[in-house]
């Protein structure tokens, strides 16, 4: 890894005229403790001079800078470098920075991942088949496995960083400091909906057991909305087969088939709005769970600060809530099954109908009658058990 190739010059500068790039601090936290680096800078001086552009934009050396000024220093030398464009410059603002960390495994992993992601876009972010159509800003275009390479990690840390930056922002800046890489990463798996519970719902005083637990139960909720949304599609797909049908068959005169289709079609209507009302319910229920653990965590601090001991950190309802969303996934993959069941049934009972009419044996037309009869049952079952 190494700066962009442009000429250096050396110049004067007073503090104050320096302006911090303005993405320093997205993809660099700002060190709390400089106690001492300006012990350091008042004994000797800035020793490593700090590199500006030749717009006065600092593009490493910030803390250097910082302390000069507060320290009172009327002048400071400074390394000057003309950038062609924005990218460059901010090129060279992470490698400087990485450099001097000794590689991003100083970072959490919330600043290493906007690191990694941000030079994924700066190289070309291309695989070694597609390097000569690869387009970078800066001209330096490096694969994935040559970029893994340069900053000594694997290739699967490019993957988990491309996951954590699917974390709302926001809620990413406030669970970085608390919690583990793994399970930043974890949270950014969750859909966008349980991201913007847990960032409403989440409590001041949070730790990562908590965290853990609200990611285990938006996940369950996001995965039950996932099958309810396939299931609704596929009814909504049978929707527009039917309506396509009944079109035929009303061309074709078909009277009483058409009034049975016609019955079938109302019943799949209705089912699949009783499915999206599911979903809807559920995310309610995604939001108001996340609501009672806040409210519950509040409690609690209260009750500390009071010197009372609290044990019950979790509402009272906790387990209930466990069980019943326990319970409704077991139902869903119920109705799953006893779906597929009656449209077996359905999808039977009107081939044996057609067949029938091109047979002209006794025998079989008895036999064919019985499997429509035994087929209408188990359609009726189904129905009245998914009423």
């Known amino acids: 890894m190494e700066l962009i190739g442009t000429p250096t010059t050396v110049s004067v500068f007073r503090p104050s005229d320096l302006e911090p790039h303005p993405k320093n601090t997205y993809y660099f936290p700002t060190d709390s403790d400089d106690s001492d680096l300006e012990e350091s800078i008042q004994a000797r001086g800035i020793i490593d001079m700090p590199l500006v552009s030749d ?100 290739r699967s840390a490019f993957g988990r960083a491309q996951t954590i930056m699917k974390v709302d922002e926001e809620l990413a800046e406030k669970l970085d400091p608390h919690i583990s890489g793994k399970m930043l990463c974890e949270v950014g798996t969750l859909s966008p909906e349980a991201q913007a519970a847990m960032k409403s719902e989440l409590p ?40 396509t049908k009944l079109s035929s068959m009303e061309e074709a005169g078909a009277d009483h088939d058409l009034q049975d289709e016609i019955e079938k079609r109302l019943e799949l209507e209705d089912k699949v709005r009783e499915y999206k009302a599911q979903i809807s319910a559920l995310r309610d229920q995604m939001r108001k769970q996340g609501k009672r653990l806040s409210e519950a965590e509040s409690e609690s601090k209260k009750a500390k600060e009071a010197g009372v001991q609290y044990v019950e950190v979790a509402p ?61 049952d188990l359609l009726r079952y189904v129905q009245n058990a998914t009423a």
Do not use: W
């Not at 996932?226 to 039917?242: I, S, T, V, Y």
């Open 204 to 243: 001041a005083n949070f730790d990562a057991a908590m965290v853990a637990d609200m990611v285990q139960q938006l996940r369950a909720k996001d995965e039950e909305i996932r099958r309810l949304e396939a299931e609704g599609k596929e009814m909504e797909a049978r929707l527009d087969r039917m309506t």
């Open 55 to 154: 717009t006065n934009v600092i593009i490493s050396g910030h803390r250097r800078v910082r302390i000069a000024a507060k320290l009172g220093f009327e002048q400071i030398q400074c390394q000057v470098r003309h950038y062609e464009n924005e990218d460059m410059m901010l090129y060279d603002l992470l490698c400087s920075n990485i450099l001097s960390r000794g590689g991003t495994a100083g970072l959490s992993s919330l600043y290493a991942s906007r690191c990694i992601m941000e030079l994924r876009r700066l190289y070309g972010n291309v695989g070694q088949r597609n390097r000569d159509l690869a387009t970078s800003p800066i001209g330096i275009h490096k694969t994935v496995a040559e970029m893994a390479e340069e900053l000594g990690m694997s």
């Open 316 to 376: 009272p309802d906790y387990d209930d809530i466990r069980k019943e969303n326990e319970a409704l996934r077991q139902q869903v993959g119920k109705l799953s099954q006893l779906n597929a069941i009656g449209e077996f049934a359905r999808t039977n009972i009107l081939s044996l109908q057609n067949i029938t009419k091109t047979i002209d044996d006794t025998n079989v037309t008895q036999r064919v009658k019985a499997a429509e009869i035994a087929l209408g």
